[in-house]
């Protein structure tokens, strides 16, 4: 008898990590930079323009799902919402944090002509091509996969050019319980890596 409720317990224990409540959670998106970015300044200047960025994912309204082991899904949302809000809000902060001021502007046509235009030293814009986190648990393990694709426009006064570049990552883990906070952790984690990759070298 102790040996079955001692089964039982077991199988609570191993079980219960992999459901997650099904609902939809709002994951704050955040970069932080972990770089000294002391050379931004004298490659884009003290002012950046951010013209409006752009979601061209087929499906904007989320940014992941996760699917427990009873097949219910979690959906996950952006704050600020929507995405494009968010890092853009996003890396606004990050950059003032190093010394580089950020300016809305209501357009930019991405063109080297339009630049002159521009009230400020560089001109930023960004199109997200993907952005999904995806978990899906198992009997013992949840197994969470997140993909995020941009490209990012940056239009230099100084250099008279825009400089164009895809910037694409994937990451992978196991974990006993996908958790809104994993998920959110993993996501900032990647925008972290890719724009402290992108700010060290922007062209």
């Known amino acids: 008898m102790k040996a079955t409720r001692w089964l039982f317990i077991l199988f609570l224990v191993l079980f219960i990590p ?40 087929p499906e904007t309204l989320y940014i992941g799902v996760h699917t427990n082991f009873e097949g219910d899904f ?6 600020p919402f929507p995405l494009e809000k968010a890092i853009q809000e996003s890396l606004s902060e ?44 198992s009997f013992f393990r949840t197994n969470i996969k997140t993909a995020v694709k941009f490209v990012i426009h940056l239009g230099v006064k100084k250099e008279g050019k825009v400089f164009i ?17 994993r998920v959110e952790t993993m996501i900032n984690q ?4 890719i724009f402290d990759s992108y700010f060290s070298n922007p062209y």
């Not at 979690?74 to 704050?79: E, G, L, N, P, Q």
């Not at 002159?116 to 899906?136: N, Y």
């Open 18 to 57: 992999v459901c997650a409540e099904a609902g939809t959670y709002s994951l704050n998106l955040r970069y932080q930079s972990l770089k000294s970015l002391s050379s931004l300044q004298a490659k884009i200047g003290p002012t950046l323009a951010m013209a409006p960025f752009k979601d061209e994912r």
């Open 74 to 79: 979690t959906y996950f949302k952006s704050h």
């Open 94 to 137: 990050g950059l003032s944090r190093n010394g580089v001021k950020t300016i809305p502007v209501a357009q930019w046509d991405g063109k080297p002509d339009s630049l002159k235009d521009i009230e400020a030293d560089s001109v930023l814009m960004v199109e997200i091509k993907r952005f999904w986190s995806e978990g899906k648990a």
């Open 165 to 181: 570049r895809n910037v694409e990552i994937e990451k992978e883990m196991t974990a006993a319980r996908s958790t809104p906070e």
């Open 190 to 193: 990647m925008l972290t890596d």
